[in-house]
């Protein structure tokens, strides 16, 4: 059985790397998987203590974020999509929706 600070130390790594990933790059697709891997290194510490604690709580917390998680990528790439077709890029330095 794996320990569960094992377990702690990956969604650790794996949230600081979808931070560095949100606050580095500029490309607004990458900013929307690095928030996925952010929602799923939370979604890896509930399991985990959901298995460490014997309850059934946090992977009952973890389907309702990943349905949140889902809808909020359809409603980003439909966004990004849209934003896309007006001024064709997807660098969100230089995207300025307000001024057309």
Avoid at 18 to 33: C, D, E, P, Q, S
Avoid at 55 to 66: A, K, L, R
């Amino acid at each position: 059985m794996v320990p569960l600070n094992y377990y702690l130390i990956l969604s650790g790594i794996l949230f600081v790397i979808g931070v560095t990933g949100v606050l580095v790059r500029r490309n607004a697709i990458i900013i929307f998987m690095s928030i996925e891997l952010m929602l799923n290194a939370v979604n890896l510490t509930f399991i985990a203590f959901s298995r460490y604690l014997n309850s059934i709580d946090g992977q009952i917390f973890v389907i309702m974020v990943m349905a949140v998680a889902a809808a909020e990528v359809v409603v980003g790439l439909a966004l990004i999509i849209a934003v896309f077709r007006i001024k064709e890029t997807v660098n969100v330095d230089e995207i300025n929706i307000l001024k057309w």
